[in-house]
Structures are given as C-alpha cells and as structure tokens.
C-alpha cells in the first residue's frame, strides 16, 4: 500500500474516533468520497492497525445504528423552517 494512502488511512480512523464522526463527515473533512472513507476503515485500516480498526468500527457502527434518529431530527428542522 502506498505511503499517502496508509497516512490518509490512519488520519481518518483517528479523526472519527476522537470526533464521533460520520463515514459523511469524515468524507467531507478529508475531501475524499464516502466510498473511499469506508473502504479505508473497513479493510485498509484492518491490514494496518487491527486494534484502531475495532476502535473505528465501534463508533461507525453506533453512528449506524443511530442514523435513523439523526434522519428523522434532519426532516423535522426541515418542515419547522418552512413557510406556510
């Protein structure tokens, strides 16, 4: 793997776990596509650093369980801020 790639990896998985973020926010964050992001964390970071990766896979995987919620608050603003 490519010393950009495993740098890019290990940045990611450190930025959603100190920051709770989403496979989104962290796209957003490193200018890179929410596939990308996911690939990294779920196999890269696996060949790289197992025990980040368990660390990393927790918080997606509260965000996931999650992301119904933060769907549902996202519609309600939406429909409170209209006119009408």
Do not use: C
Not at 12 to 36: E, L, P, W
Not at 43 to 48: A, D, G, H, P
Not at 64 to 82: D, F, N, V
Request: glycine share 4%.
């Amino acid at each position: 793997m490519k010393e950009y790639i495993e740098e890019r990896v290990t940045k990611i998985a450190h930025y959603i776990v100190d920051s709770n973020a989403t496979v989104r926010q962290a796209a957003k964050k490193f200018g890179v596509s929410k596939s990308t992001v996911h690939k990294d964390v779920t196999e890269r970071l696996l060949l790289l650093n197992p025990s980040l990766a368990a660390e990393t896979r927790k918080v997606l995987d509260v965000n996931k369980s999650e992301r119904h919620i933060r769907g549902g608050m996202a519609t309600k603003e939406k429909y409170l801020h209209r006119p009408g």
